[in-house]
Each structure stands twice: as C-alpha cells, then as structure tokens.
C-alpha cells in the first residue's frame, strides 16, 4: 500500500478520533463515507465498496467496546446480570443485520445507511431524546433466560 493511502487512511482516523471527542458522537457516520470514497479511489469495486465501508467501522467498535466495558467495570458502573440477559439479543441481532446486509446489493445499502443517518441527524437537530428511566426495558426490547 502506498504511503499516501496509509496517510489517508491515520488521517481519517485522527478526524474521527477528534470529532468524537469534541462532539461526542460515534465515528461510524464520519467514517462510512468517506471509506467509501477512498475504496473507490483505490480501485475497489462496487458491488462490494459499501459492505467493506460499513464492515470496517463495525470491526472497529468491537474493539472499542471491549474497552469501554473494560474502564466502565473498573468503575464498577456495569451491571454484569443486565450484560449477561441482553447478550444473547445482541449477538443474534449483529449476525442476522449481518446476514441481511451480505443479500442487499450496494445501492440499497448504500440507501439504507443515508435514510438511517438522515433520521439521526433529525433527531439531533430536534433535540429528541428518549425520556431518562431508572427502570430496564419491558421484556419485548430484552432477551429473557
């Protein structure tokens, strides 16, 4: 890989890194396009671009997730029986979001992920936030074992 992809590529990261921190919101929506940007610069081909888009972001959170759960625990701010319940969920979920996205041409994901980010950017724009509740969820919106 050349060095000016390798640049491209520490670049992109820092602008995420600073943008998170700054403004406290995920990389994924900073992230997504502008991978694919520099996958079609670099010769990927389309019908694969926005998978590799989105699947680059979604491998990284899996390794910044095990370290937030890693300071978080050393904050004891985990509730360890809630992670354990809602586990199952979440890893049935993540494969079959997968498995969906692997039969979605590039186009419809492509789509997707623009309505999906539009409809984030409303609810920031609006200010809209779910109403703070020291209760869990009802049992429809968690796994039950």
Do not use: D
């Amino acid at each position: 890989m050349a060095i000016e992809w390798i640049v491209a590529y520490l670049a992109l990261g820092g602008v995420v890194w600073f943008v998170a921190w700054l403004l406290g919101i995920g990389g994924g929506g900073i992230m997504v396009p502008i991978l694919t940007a520099l996958f079609a610069a670099q010769g990927v081909q389309g019908e694969h671009l926005v998978h590799l888009a989105l699947g680059t972001p979604m491998a990284a959170i899996v390794i910044t997730a095990i370290s937030s759960l890693r300071t978080h625990n050393q904050h004891q701010a985990v509730l360890w029986p809630v992670v354990l319940r809602i586990t199952p969920a979440i890893l049935i979920g993540t494969f079959a979001a997968t498995w969906l996205a692997t039969l979605l041409p590039t186009r419809a994901l492509a789509i997707f992920f623009s309505c999906f980010m539009a409809y984030v950017s409303l609810q920031m724009v609006l200010n809209i936030k779910p109403k703070a509740q020291r209760q869990l969820p009802g049992v429809a919106y968690r796994w039950r074992g």
